[in-house]
């Protein structure tokens, strides 16, 4: 089933997921009790999208819009929890380089990523996984090229350029 944006219900699950990171990422005290909340919810839906995924729902359909997988909208966020669950699900290879209809991959999306704690343990983990970190985009921009500069964007060209073992 899609909604009216072209999203399955594992898309918004994901979404929704994302969207509880990054609150959570944003507070001030980690233990408050809207932490707690916060915490609960995130771990009701990545219940859910275990769930999904048990009655079927499929890795590879894409939303109608951006032609995004539920891997690609995890790596939005660089949502580590979600990107494993993701790759631990039966057939999971080939979706490590999916691309969206303007044909990014999910390394081209982590690797764009301004200011996120998470981003060198994702390229990381897709590095890891069979990401091709030289599939060209339609604009002909390998993942490497949409690298912010600064101390993150540094360690993420290296892994890129396969020097995972001296970040260790």
Not at 9 to 34: D, G, I, M, R, Y
Request: hydrophobic share 40%.
């Amino acid at each position: 089933m899609i909604n009216y944006n072209g999203l399955t219900p594992l898309h918004v699950a994901v979404l929704s997921h994302n969207a509880v990171v990054k609150q959570l990422s944003c507070l001030e005290n980690p233990h408050s009790s809207t932490a707690e909340g916060l915490m609960q919810r995130k771990w009701m839906f990545v219940e859910c999208i275990k769930t999904l995924f048990l009655m079927g729902a499929s890795l590879t359909t894409r939303d109608l819009k951006s032609g995004r997988t539920c891997f690609h909208m995890a790596s939005e966020e660089a949502n580590m929890e979600l990107l494993q669950v993701i790759l631990n699900q039966p057939l999971s290879l080939p979706i490590v380089n999916f691309k969206t209809f303007s044909g990014n991959t999910a390394l081209h999306i982590v690797c764009s990523l301004h200011s996120n704690r998470s981003q060198v343990e994702a390229v990381k983990l897709l590095m890891r996984n069979g990401a091709d970190p030289g599939s060209r985009n339609f604009e002909n921009d390998l993942p490497a090229q949409l690298v912010p500069e600064g101390v993150t964007g540094k360690k993420v060209r290296q892994i890129l350029k396969g020097n995972m073992l001296k970040l260790k």
